[in-house]
C-alpha cells in the first residue's frame, strides 16, 4: 500500500473528528475535479450519478467492475480523499462485501459507504447479518493494506420507512451499536432530516452521524449544531447537472437560443483540470 493512500485514509478519518465535512457527491472525473477545485475536502461519489452516466439505473444496476472502474478514474483525477459508494456490496455475502472493499482500495478509494438494504426499499439485513458484511469489510481493508479505511454503514430505515414511524429511531440506535462493535467508522442515516432526532442520535451513538440533504433541508450550520458529522448531497448535484443539460437542449431545440448555457465554467478552466 503506498503511503499516500494511507496518508489520505488517515486525512478522511481526520475529517470526521470535528466540525462537519461536507460532501457535494460527484459521479466521473469531471466532476470530482470541479468539486475538488471547488474546495471539497474529500470526494464522495454517488451510485445514482455514476450509474446513470453508465446508462444504468441506481440501486445495483451496475456491476462491480464498473463501479470500480468509475472510482478508478474519480481518485486519479483528484488529490483529496476519495470514499466510494459501493451500494450494498455487490452481493448479499460477508465474501462478496471482502471482494467489493478489496476492489475499491486496490483502485484508490481510502473509504467506502455500505447499505444494510438487500435491495431498494427494502428490506434490510438482519443486523447481525449486517454486522458480519462489516466484519468482512474491514478484514478486506487490513489484507489489502489499508487498515485506516474508512467505512461508512447506511442503514436504509428512515430512507425506506422501515417498521412503524414511532420505532424507527430506537432500531437505527440498536443498529448502530452493533454495526460500531463490527467495525464501522461512521453512521449514515439517509431519509433523516429532523434535527431534535438527530440530536437524540448524536448522543446515542459513539460514531459520527452522517446525512443526505436536500433543497429543503437544514442547513449545514444547523446540522452541526445537532452534532452530525458529515453531510451528504447524494445524486442531487447530478441530478441538477442533467437538469442544465435538459434545459439548454430545449432551449436550443426549441427557441434557437442559449441563454441556459450562461455561467458556464470556461473551456480553459475545465481543460486545466485534467493538465496534472
Same mark, same amino acid.
Given at each position: 500500500?503506498?503511503?499516500?493512500?494511507?496518508?489520505?485514509?488517515?486525512?478522511?478519518?481526520?475529517?470526521?473528528?470535528? *466540525?462537519? @465535512?461536507?460532501?457535494?457527491?460527484?459521479?466521473? %472525473?469531471?466532476?470530482? /475535479?470541479?468539486? &475538488? #477545485? $471547488?474546495? +471539497?475536502?474529500?470526494?464522495?461519489?454517488?451510485?445514482?450519478?455514476?450509474?446513470?452516466?453508465?446508462?444504468?439505473?441506481?440501486?445495483?444496476?451496475?456491476?462491480?467492475?464498473?463501479?470500480?472502474?468509475?472510482?478508478?478514474?474519480?481518485?486519479?483525477?483528484?488529490?483529496?480523499?476519495?470514499?466510494?459508494?459501493?451500494?450494498?456490496?455487490?452481493?448479499?455475502?460477508?465474501?462478496?462485501?471482502?471482494?467489493?472493499?478489496?476492489?475499491?482500495?486496490?483502485?484508490?478509494?481510502?473509504?467506502?459507504?455500505?447499505?444494510?438494504?438487500?435491495?431498494?426499499? *427494502?428490506? @434490510?439485513?438482519?443486523?447481525?447479518?449486517?454486522? %458480519?458484511?462489516?466484519? /468482512?469489510?474491514? &478484514? #478486506? $481493508?487490513? +489484507?489489502?493494506?489499508?487498515?485506516?479505511?474508512?467505512?461508512?454503514?447506511?442503514?436504509?430505515?428512515?430512507?425506506?420507512?422501515?417498521?412503524?414511524?414511532?420505532?424507527?429511531?430506537?432500531?437505527?440506535?440498536?443498529?448502530?451499536?452493533?454495526?460500531?462493535?463490527?467495525?464501522?467508522?461512521?453512521?449514515?442515516?439517509?431519509?433523516?432530516?429532523?434535527?431534535?432526532?438527530?440530536?437524540?442520535?448524536?448522543?446515542?451513538?459513539?460514531?459520527?452521524?452522517?446525512?443526505?440533504?436536500?433543497?429543503?433541508?437544514?442547513?449545514?450550520?444547523?446540522?452541526?449544531?445537532?452534532?452530525?458529522?458529515?453531510?451528504?448531497?447524494?445524486?442531487?448535484?447530478?441530478?441538477?447537472?442533467?437538469?442544465?443539460?435538459?434545459?439548454?437542449?430545449?432551449?436550443?431545440?426549441?427557441?434557437?437560443?442559449?441563454?441556459?448555457?450562461?455561467?458556464?465554467?470556461?473551456?480553459?478552466?475545465?481543460?486545466?483540470?485534467?493538465?496534472?
Amino acid at each position: 500500500m503506498e503511503k499516500a493512500q494511507q496518508a489520505k485514509a488517515e486525512s478522511l478519518r481526520a475529517l470526521h473528528s470535528e *466540525g462537519v @465535512l461536507v460532501l457535494p457527491n460527484a459521479w466521473d %472525473a469531471g466532476s470530482a /475535479a470541479v468539486i &475538488a #477545485a $471547488a474546495g +471539497a475536502k474529500a470526494i464522495a461519489t454517488t451510485s445514482g450519478g455514476v450509474a446513470w452516466s453508465r446508462g444504468r439505473t441506481d440501486g445495483h444496476g451496475l456491476t462491480r467492475e464498473e463501479m470500480i472502474e468509475q472510482v478508478r478514474r474519480i481518485a486519479a483525477a483528484v488529490d483529496v480523499p476519495v470514499t466510494a459508494d459501493v451500494e450494498g456490496g455487490y452481493g448479499p455475502t460477508p465474501e462478496d462485501v471482502a471482494r467489493t472493499v478489496e476492489a475499491a482500495v486496490e483502485a484508490g478509494a481510502v473509504g467506502v459507504n455500505l447499505e444494510d438494504s438487500v435491495a431498494p426499499g *427494502g428490506p @434490510l439485513f438482519d443486523v447481525q447479518e449486517q454486522a %458480519a458484511r462489516l466484519r /468482512a469489510a474491514r &478484514a #478486506a $481493508a487490513e +489484507a489489502a493494506g489499508l487498515p485506516e479505511l474508512v467505512i461508512n454503514v447506511r442503514t436504509d430505515v428512515f430512507l425506506f420507512g422501515i417498521g412503524e414511524p414511532e420505532g424507527r429511531l430506537d432500531e437505527v440506535i440498536a443498529r448502530a451499536a452493533v454495526y460500531a462493535e463490527a467495525g464501522a467508522d461512521s453512521l449514515f442515516v439517509p431519509g433523516l432530516v429532523d434535527l431534535d432526532a438527530l440530536a437524540v442520535l448524536v448522543k446515542a451513538t459513539d460514531l459520527p452521524v452522517n446525512v443526505m440533504a436536500w433543497p429543503g433541508a437544514p442547513s449545514v450550520a444547523e446540522f452541526e449544531a445537532a452534532g452530525v458529522r458529515r453531510v451528504s448531497l447524494g445524486t442531487a448535484v447530478a441530478q441538477s447537472a442533467y437538469t442544465v443539460a435538459r434545459r439548454a437542449a430545449v432551449e436550443a431545440l426549441t427557441k434557437g437560443t442559449y441563454e441556459e448555457l450562461g455561467d458556464s465554467l470556461d473551456f480553459g478552466t475545465m481543460n486545466s483540470f485534467f493538465a496534472r
